[in-house]
């Protein structure tokens, strides 16, 4: 099985930016992790990026497609103005019937392990690496960079390579039932 990662935004795109940290540079780290983590699970990965450059949109997509990727999975974080909104949820496109299985199950491994609110799964229809892939694809928003306490947590090692193994996991589960 090929999975597709996609650490979002990078290069002059840094995405959302809170007391200084990145959004880019922790999607980065999560997705390193879950790339290692599939790789030793047996998985073969396609990395949309793997180092901080920017990569446009529909290349992301494209690049999945081209690699005939089974599954793609965009890793971000949350942004809000109000530092209280915290949580994490997991989005899928409008219609896709694996995509909104995948999101179920990755969202409910990182509810278990990583013990914030649960935002649920939510429909996007307007983000081309939902709407302009052709397998089932989830962008995950593990937590909110604006939130004084996810952030701190974003940028602990141990953090993110809980993010990671919950997205195995559900990757896992996914497959599983899809056969």
Known sequence: MRICIDAGHG????????????????NLKIALKLSTKLIGAGYKIIMTRDDDVFV????????????????????????AGNSAAAGTETLYYPGSVQGEKLAGL?????????????RGIKERKELVV???????????????????????????EGFQLLAAESIVDGIEKYFQEVG
Do not use: W
């Open 106 to 118: 990755v969202q409910k491994e990182l509810i278990r392990k990583l013990q914030r609110a649960d």
């Open 130 to 156: 939902l709407s302009s892939t052709a397998m089932p694809a989830v962008l995950v928003e593990c937590s909110f960079l604006t939130n004084p306490v996810e952030r701190k947590l974003l940028q602990d």
């Open 11 to 26: 290069g002059k795109d840094p995405g959302a930016v809170s007391d200084g940290v990145q959004e880019k540079n922790i």
């Open 56 to 79: 446009p949109l529909y290349e992301r997509a494209r690049l999945a497609n081209k690699k005939n990727a089974d599954v793609f999975v965009s890793i971000h974080n949350n942004a």
